[in-house]
């Protein structure tokens, strides 16, 4: 744990958009079905300014015209794809897409992103954590 949580550091002080790396959270928290993460980074991106609408609408982010702009969507189609390896490598006009969105340390930053969330759903995912929200409403109790 020790090494993730450096992990974590290190990819969270690359400098990515605080919003960027809030929605990519999101996103894959969704993909991997993470209820720990998934309630943690909604709370920080509604802390971060985030709009309801904006938030509601990650899951269909294709569909939501221009709610989010050209990078987010870039980065969003990348998480999607590095989450998603069922079907094979990233594909390369994706990567493109990011590449032309986010310059080299940028995109390292939120290839770190990627991963490292990916890896934390994993973990709360197998060991069931339960989310914070949830404890709270339980009057503490945690699984």
């Known amino acids: 744990m020790k090494g993730m949580y450096a992990f974590q550091q290190a990819a969270s002080a ?17 993909i991997n079905r993470c209820a720990y993460c998934l309630d943690m980074h909604l709370a920080d991106a509604r802390k ?7 938030l509601d609408m990650i ?20 998480t999607e794809a590095v ?21 080299e340390p940028e995109l390292a930053a939120l290839l770190g992103q990627i991963v490292a969330i990916n890896a934390w759903n994993r973990f709360n995912v197998a ?17």
């Open 83 to 103: 989450t998603e390896l069922t079907d094979g490598f990233v594909p390369d006009e994706v990567y493109r897409r990011a590449a032309e969105q986010f310059e």
């Open 14 to 30: 690359a400098g990515l958009d605080p919003v960027v790396g809030e929605l990519v959270k999101i996103r894959a928290s969704q």
């Open 59 to 78: 899951a269909a982010w294709e569909e939501a015209g221009d709610l989010f702009d050209e990078r987010e969507r870039a980065a969003l189609a990348l």
């Open 127 to 143: 060991v069931r954590t339960t989310p914070g929200s949830l404890r709270e409403a339980a009057g503490g109790e945690a699984r």
């Open 48 to 54: 971060a300014g985030i709009s309801r609408l904006r």
